[in-house]
Each structure stands twice: as C-alpha cells, then as structure tokens.
C-alpha cells in the first residue's frame, strides 16, 4: 500500500523515504499508510522551521489573519476528513464532527489574543516595559485521543506568539493531522507550520534534535518524564500535558439517579479516553447501591460499535496495547473480588471494543482505582466521611482535575478547592474551554495550554528597561 498522505516540510508536499501502516480500530486491520519520518526529513522539517522564524516572528497582525484563515479553512473541511478520523481514532462520526469544529473554534479564539508588553514605568526619566518574545521552532508531539484538537492546542498559540513549529502526532492517529498540514499548506508561510508522521523514535529525535527551543507535549506520564530528561541537557522549554486519575466526589446531598447520566458520560465520553475523564468516583456508603445500579442501567443502555455506523455513542479503543491494558486492569479488579455491575469483557471478535464497564466492590490498593486506565471502566468506591474521600483522592502522583457534585455548591466549591489537580469542578466534569488554562499539578503535568496563560507558555520574558543619558 502506497502513502496517499503526505508531510509537509517547508510548504510542500513530502510522501517519505519509508512508510508504515495505520490500523482502523474497529478492524484491527490496516487500512492506509503514511510516511514514516527519517532522520533526514525531519532535519528538513526542523530546518525549514528555523529559516521561517525570523520573517514570521515580526508582525503579530499578519499571524492572527494567517490564524482567522486557518479556522476558516477548518469550519469547510474536506469531505472526509470527519470519516478519516473515525477510522484512524474510532470515535463515532458526530464526535469526529465536532472534535473538527472545536479546533477551528479554538484557532479562532486564540487568533483573537494579544500579547501587549506590559508598560511598567514611562516618565521623562526614562521607560521599563515587559515584552513577551517567541521563543523560536517549537516541537509539538501529541497522542491520539484527540488528534486534531490537541494538535491546534500547540500550534495556533505557537504561532501567534511568533515562533515556528514542527509538529508530531501518534503513530495510532496521524493521518488526520497529515491531513490539517494539507488544508493549511497554502495558508500558512512556508516552514511556518511544518507537520510529519512516524513512531516513538521520532518523537524521541525531535526532543534531542539542535534546532527546537521548546518542547510542547502531551502524552503519558511515563514518556513526559523521558521528554523532560531529554530537553534537560539542552535547557528547551518544555509545557507537558500529560495523565491524570480524575476522582468524582458525590456529596450526601445529591440524588444519585439525578446525577448518573453526567457522572457516566463524564467517565465515558470518547471511550474513557480523555486525559481529564473521571476515572473513579467516591461515593458515600448510604447512596453507593443506588448510583451503582444507575450507573450499571446508564452502561447497559449505550450503543457499542464501529463509529462509522449510525447511532453508535461508543467507538472501540484506539489501540491493541490500550484494548490488552484495559482488559489487564479490569480481569485484575476481579481478582481483588471486584463486582462488575456492567461490561466487564469485550464486545465481539474483531477489533477493540470494550462494553462499557461500572466496577462495584473495590477501593484504592487496586490498579483500577490507582493507575490512570484511560478506557471505558469506572471503579466507584464507598466513602464514609468527606474528609476520607478527599484524602484519598489527593493520595496519588496524578493531579490534572476532579469534580464535587453537590446540591450545595458553595459547599461543594469549598470541597473542590482542597483537591490537588489544575481544574476543580462542581456539578460537573470535563468543563475544558479555550480562554481557561488547563493543566496538571504533581505528575500530571508542567505548564498550562490554553487562554492568555497557554500562549505566554510559548513566549519568554524580556524587560526593556531605558533611561536618559543625562
Ligand atoms: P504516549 O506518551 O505513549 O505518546 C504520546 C506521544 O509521544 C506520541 O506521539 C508518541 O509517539 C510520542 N512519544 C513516545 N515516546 C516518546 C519519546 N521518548 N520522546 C518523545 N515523544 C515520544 O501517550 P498516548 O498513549 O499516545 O496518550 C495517552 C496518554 O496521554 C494518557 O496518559 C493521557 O492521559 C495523556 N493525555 C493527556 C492530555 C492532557 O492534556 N493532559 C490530553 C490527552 C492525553
């Protein structure tokens, strides 16, 4: 099978020494390929890169048109586009739909800052301003639960901040951000936005490559660890967005039935592969029956299948290594005499589709309750006091975000304030949006995207401070 995407190095189109297969999810089978990135290619990538930052870093009003037009260009995308990425990630059509309407959305939003300096002192004696300067070529990798949206996450504010970028996305999912190069290649300058494709090792290279001066990643925790080691030696700036173990605490006050349907979509949404889903919920002893059997009718009702068939709300996991992770992790809960009040096995032959999974009976010292399981199963775990609850959802190396859900919600502000992560929510859980910033505390991740906050992350301080000579 031949590369029918291309890269795009210095505004043109590269097909690659080398190409490597893409799996369709709901297959398990490889349905196209792309070009595998050699270390000579992205030497051009991060080249054209360089040269196209000292032109593209003058005019801020010149980038935020190239940007409006990017996130026009995106509200008519290609026909196929959405399909694509359903076949490369597995989530249902409409939600490939929307995941591409979000990230003209979010170009369009983050066309619209600004990053005026900051005038600190202006007499006839002499003037101090703080200004913010790009930092240069970034390197962008991204994973592929949201290959799209995450991926404009890094480039409109890189580029409206000034710098040049090269950009990465998962070996499971990049034909779709291939595809984002194609549609921009002739809005955007020449090595302004340069997008290639391959595995791990290419990450790797970019993050040891000479040329990049910053590092923006989002992935696991494990490989932000060795992208942060590996921008060490040279000092590049590094934003990494990485896993979380989100809790969900329900108050005594709230009716479980009242809340079921938003805790369970909070869970799994995009097949519980969202970095900031919930990923276990504390529930008080006296209310624990009644949301487990919520819970468990909400799971049983949820159609599981291939995205691209109409009414599916449920597409299969991404990838093998997720598929086997999953089932590991669940097949461990019972061991532990979990209860599975729904799911608990995979859905069909061919594939990877997990039924959508509530776990009863279980607690923190199990890998569900501990680990980040990034799937469609969901512990939910008796509490007996608050205190307790908060206690143990703080009891982890994660801290991206977590919810309180509470009829009170001064009350359950002030639980939310005590939890350790870079969003708290009340009554509700995924409240991501493009002026917020969002972001890990602990493990879960270093540096904000998003908002004014996001787009400084790719800027760096300098003060112009000037006094009369005499
Ligand atoms: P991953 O860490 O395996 O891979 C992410 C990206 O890093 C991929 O493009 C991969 O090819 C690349 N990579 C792998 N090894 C590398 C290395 N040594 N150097 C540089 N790059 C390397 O993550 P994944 O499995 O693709 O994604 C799932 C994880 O991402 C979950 O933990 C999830 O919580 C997290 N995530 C976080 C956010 C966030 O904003 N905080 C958003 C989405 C996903």
Redo the contacts with the bound molecule.
């Keep these: 099978m031949a590369a029918g995407y291309t890269m795009t190095i210095d505004g043109k189109s590269v097909k690659g020494s080398k190409s490597t297969g893409v799996i369709n999810p709901a297959t398990g089978k490889i349905f196209a390929e792309v070009p595998d990135c050699s270390k000579a290619e992205l030497d051009q990538a991060m080249n054209a890169a360089q040269k196209a930052f000292p032109s593209w870093s003058k005019d801020i009003n010149a980038r935020r048109k190239v940007l409006q037009d990017c996130a026009a260009a995106l509200q008519q995308p290609p026909e196929g586009l959405a399909r694509t990425l359903t076949l490369e990630q597995g989530k249902p059509l409409d939600k490939a739909g929307q995941e591409i309407m979000g990230t003209s959305m979010w170009c369009a939003y983050t066309a619209m800052l600004d990053l005026p300096a900051e005038v600190l002192q202006d007499t006839p004696q002499g003037k101090i301003e703080i200004k913010r300067k790009p930092l240069g070529v970034v390197a962008a990798?991204?994973?592929?639960?949201?290959p799209l949206m995450?991926g404009m996450w890094k480039i409109a504010p890189a580029l409206l901040a000034g710098n040049t970028i090269v950009l990465?996305?998962?070996?499971?999912t990049p034909i779709t951000t291939l595809m984002l190069g194609e549609i921009l290649r002739d809005i955007v300058p020449p090595g302004v936005l340069n997008v290639i494709s391959g595995?791990?090792e290419l990450?790797?290279w970019?993050?040891t490559h000479p040329v990049p001066r910053k590092i923006s990643?989002?992935?696991?925790?494990?490989?932000?660890k060795?992208?942060a080691a590996?921008a060490a030696p040279d000092l590049k700036r590094v934003t990494l967005?990485?896993?979380?173990n989100d809790a969900a605490i329900i108050l005594a006050d709230v009716d479980p039935a009242a809340v079921a349907q938003k805790i369970f979509w909070g869970a799994f949404e995009n097949s519980g592969q969202?970095?900031?889903a919930i990923k276990r919920v504390y529930v008080p002893e006296q209310m624990y029956n009644a949301l487990l059997d919520n819970l468990g009718e909400i799971a049983k009702g949820v159609k599981v299948g291939d995205g691209l068939e109409a009414g599916t709300q449920l597409g299969p996991i991404n990838n093998k290594m997720?598929f086997e992770r999953v089932t590991e992790l669940v097949e461990d809960a019972k061991k532990h005499g979990a209860k599975i009040v729904s799911g608990g096995s995979r859905v069909g032959k061919e594939g990877y589709f997990f039924a959508p999974t509530i776990v009863g009976n279980i607690s923190d010292g199990v890998r569900l309750v501990d680990e980040?399981q990034?799937g469609p199963a969901l512990p939910i775990i008796p509490y007996k006091d608050v205190d307790d609850a908060v206690r143990r959802a703080n009891a982890t190396h994660f801290g991206?975000s977590g919810s309180v859900w509470s009829n009170d919600s001064a009350r359950g502000t002030e639980v939310a304030s005590q939890l350790e992560c870079g969003s708290a929510w009340v009554n509700q859980h995924l409240a991501i949006a493009p002026n917020l910033p969002?972001g890990?505390a602990k493990w879960?991740?270093i540096g904000v995207?998003n908002g004014p906050w996001g787009l400084m992350g790719f800027t760096e301080i300098q003060v112009v401070n000037s006094v009369k000579l005499s």
């Excluded at 990643?217 to 932000?224: A, W």
């Design positions: 990798i991204t994973p592929w639960n949201y995450l990465k996305p998962s070996p499971y595995g791990d990450g790797a970019m993050t990643f989002t992935g696991s925790v494990e490989t932000g060795r992208v590996a967005e990485l896993g979380g969202i970095c900031s997720q980040e990034f991206l969002f890990g879960s991740g995207e």
